[in-house]
């Protein structure tokens, strides 16, 4: 999978999205981490599989977000035409992924693999169909993603800063584990190449660390065969590229 992929929630026919009813209710630097996280995996789609993205069934597929001691875990299914579709969430407490959020992920699946998108009836039918059940009309939703980003981060600064800090946080962690995997290195085998230890190029790959540096990047690039390059911009004249290694 390649490109950028177009991010739909399920949404309910009266009207609720489940997955942003959890995102949408946690504090400002948890919903700002998840939301980077779904925006990466717009991105990067496949290319997130392992640390970030795991297999659960032969359709369902789960996006891990840590912050700090606490885990999230956004569910979600591949659809043609570059669409990812996301079911769910919820905070993970226990080593596995609970059975019954797997069920209800599959069940989401299913209503939207039916129904495709937006429920009709009058609001009186709405009110008799509480759980979300009833008929929807089989039209195209437009990606709300972005929308949603772009309001949260206009009310709260702390959510802003977060969302991007977690953005860089992620292309750093995935830069380094590509570079590696592309030269066919396990981490230990790099942790040799460059003088370090394989807890530190384990740190390096994930996306709660924020202490990536030039040098240990330089390094890294240099030991995969990897040409690396700065980028300089300030808008609208300034824009310059120099080769690292």
Known sequence: MNGEFTIEYVELPNGRLPAREFVDSQDDKAA????????????????????????????????????????FRVLFFYQPGMLIVITSGFQKKTQETPPAEITRAEQLRKLWMKYRSRYTGSPKERESDPEGVGTMKQTAKRDRH????????????????????????????????????????????????????????ARLEDAEYAGHSLNMLERIATACGVALKLHAEKKPNFDREVALV
């Open 146 to 201: 972005s929308e949603i980003v772009e309001q949260r981060a206009r009310k709260s600064a702390t959510y802003r800063k977060t969302f991007a800090r977690t953005l860089h946080q992620i292309d750093l962690a995935l830069l380094v584990r590509e570079m590696r995997e592309d030269a066919g290195l396990t981490q230990a085998e790099l942790a040799r190449k460059v003088g370090t230890t394989q807890s530190v190029i």
């Open 32 to 71: 700002a981490r998840t939301d980077a996280f779904i925006e990466r995996l717009r991105i990067y789609g496949n290319r997130m599989q392992g640390k970030f993205v795991k297999k659960l069934t032969d359709d369902i597929f789960e996006l891990r977000v840590k912050q700090f001691d606490r885990s």
